[in-house]
Structures are given as structure tokens and as C-alpha cells.
């Protein structure tokens, strides 16, 4: 069954900008992408979604256009910057950090 609860804070915004790294992709994709490279472990709903891309927005670490889908439908494409791309490495790099200190923890307490 997906999960959404249980994300480390600052996960969301992290997984977002690993996905993007792939390439352009619009909200509802985004999601989808998630999902299935989780193996459906992991559905981002519109409400935690659409606010962390707004941030990540605001903070000039993803730009956004509007496009048309296959379907024909108006979207809004979101697109990881060269400040986007350095944030990610920044942040995978804290993540592996401290999921070792955790594993560490875990094994040895």
C-alpha cells in the first residue's frame, strides 16, 4: 500500500529534485515517478507535492513553464536548475551522511 507519511522533513524536496535530474516533468508525473520508482511504496499527494515545487520554485532551485501533455491538456512543467542541480548534490550528500550514522546506530547499539 503507498505511503506518504513517514519522510524524514526535507525528503520531499530532496526526492523531487532527484526525479528532475532525469528531466523536464510535469506535477502529476512527478508523483508517478515517484511511486513507481518506489515500487509503490511511496504516493506524494497534490497537497505536499504542489507546495514543496513552490518552494523549490521560490528558491530558484527548479523553473517552471507552461506546455501541453500528450493528452492536450495545459501543464505546468518543472525543470531542475544549475542551482537546483548543486542544492541536490549538497543534500544527497547530507542524506548519505546521515543514513550511515543511522545505520551505524542501528547495527551496533
Do not use: C
Amino acid at each position: 500500500m503507498p505511503r506518504e507519511a513517514g519522510l524524514p522533513p526535507g525528503t520531499l524536496n530532496l526526492i523531487i529534485l532527484r526525479v528532475l535530474r532525469g528531466g523536464a516533468l510535469h506535477g502529476y508525473a512527478i508523483a508517478r515517478k515517484i511511486q513507481l520508482l518506489s515500487n509503490d511504496e511511496l504516493q506524494v499527494e497534490e497537497g505536499s507535492l504542489y507546495p514543496a515545487l513552490q518552494k523549490l520554485l521560490i528558491k530558484g532551485f527548479v523553473k517552471a513553464e507552461w506546455d501541453v501533455s500528450d493528452s492536450g491538456r495545459k501543464v505546468r512543467v518543472y525543470r531542475l536548475t544549475p542551482a537546483g542541480r548543486k542544492q541536490l548534490e549538497t543534500e544527497l550528500s547530507e542524506f548519505k551522511r546521515t543514513t550511515f550514522a543511522i545505520e551505524n546506530i542501528i547495527d551496533t547499539a
